[in-house]
């Protein structure tokens, strides 16, 4: 169902140094996960706990990162151990995750995408919504359905491009690729129609969905101008929204 992390770990580490992850989609999801300070949260799918460590340093306490991929888990204890923030790290599918429904906040940067069909995205959700506390919040970012196969390689200049495997239909891999200074590296994902996604919310019980337009953060629009921006907000290549459990 999902792209072998423990083979592109590093590599994927490096692809979130690319200006565009810093400047918009940190900005935009840090931005909507807003006051953490003391809030009881899950990061599903946390990779290298990139954003686990993000989410620890603004307060959120405590906070579990999981994902399903050995190697990424590696990367974020090696930088525990390196730097203690009292993180909890494992290894996991997130769609089996149950710690009560105990989280104020549950996080995921790219979860939802790897579902290749309802039942699989329907599984993700209703494991979103078991672990969060009534009124609790989701907050997430994913690949962006809306986003047009004749706009997928408008992304080069800010570092990646995408391609459609076959026709753009319910499960249609799309491929993602982070050029680095290193070389290429792919990740797979698949597409599933909004409308599927808010169908999947509803019935696992997570209502209020509102869907955010990336921005761009003062540091980014000073360092690069505003024009440099220009192309990717225009088609946005990911998608943000938060939700609350019922
Ligand atoms: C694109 S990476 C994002 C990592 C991290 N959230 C970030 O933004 O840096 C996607 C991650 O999702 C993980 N993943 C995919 N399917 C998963 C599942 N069912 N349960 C847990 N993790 C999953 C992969 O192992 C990978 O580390």
Redesign the pocket.
């Known amino acids: 169902?999902?792209?072998?992390?423990d083979k592109i770990?590093r590599e994927?580490?490096e692809s979130?140094l690319q200006p565009w992850r810093t400047h918009i989609?940190q900005y935009t999801l840090l931005s909507l996960a807003s006051q953490v300070q003391g809030l009881q949260t899950l990061?599903?799918?946390?990779?290298?706990?990139?954003?686990t460590r993000l989410l620890r340093r603004l307060g959120a306490e405590p906070i579990t990162g999981?994902?399903?991929?050995m190697g990424?888990i590696e990367l974020a204890l090696s930088q525990e151990k390196s730097e203690p923030l009292g993180i909890q790290y494992c290894v996991?599918?997130?769609?089996a995750?149950d710690f009560g429904a105990t989280s104020d906040l549950v996080f995921?940067?790219?979860?939802l995408n790897?579902?290749s069909n309802y039942q699989?995205l329907l599984s993700?959700c209703e494991a979103i919504a078991r672990n969060l506390k009534p009124g609790g919040r989701f907050v997430t970012?994913n690949n962006n359905p809306n986003d047009p196969p004749s706009n997928f390689e408008t992304g080069r200049i800010y570092g990646y491009s995408k391609r459609l495997q076959g026709s753009l239909q319910e499960g249609a891999p799309i491929i993602w690729s982070f050029h680095l200074p290193e070389g290429t590296v792919e990740?797979t994902?698949y597409y599933l129609s909004m409308v599927t996604l808010e169908r999947a919310l509803q019935a696992a019980g997570l209502t209020n969905v509102i869907w955010h337009k990336p921005k761009v953060s003062p540091e980014g629009l000073r360092q690069w101008g505003e024009s440099h921006w220009d192309a990717f907000l225009s088609n946005s290549p990911v998608t943000f929204f938060e939700c609350t459990k019922r």
Request: with cysteine; glycine share 8%.
């Open positions: 169902m999902t792209t072998d992390y770990a994927y580490q979130k989609e990061d599903l799918a946390c990779g290298e706990g990139y954003y999981v994902d399903l991929s990424m996991g599918d997130a769609r995750m995921a940067a790219y979860l790897y579902a699989e993700m970012v990740v994902n």
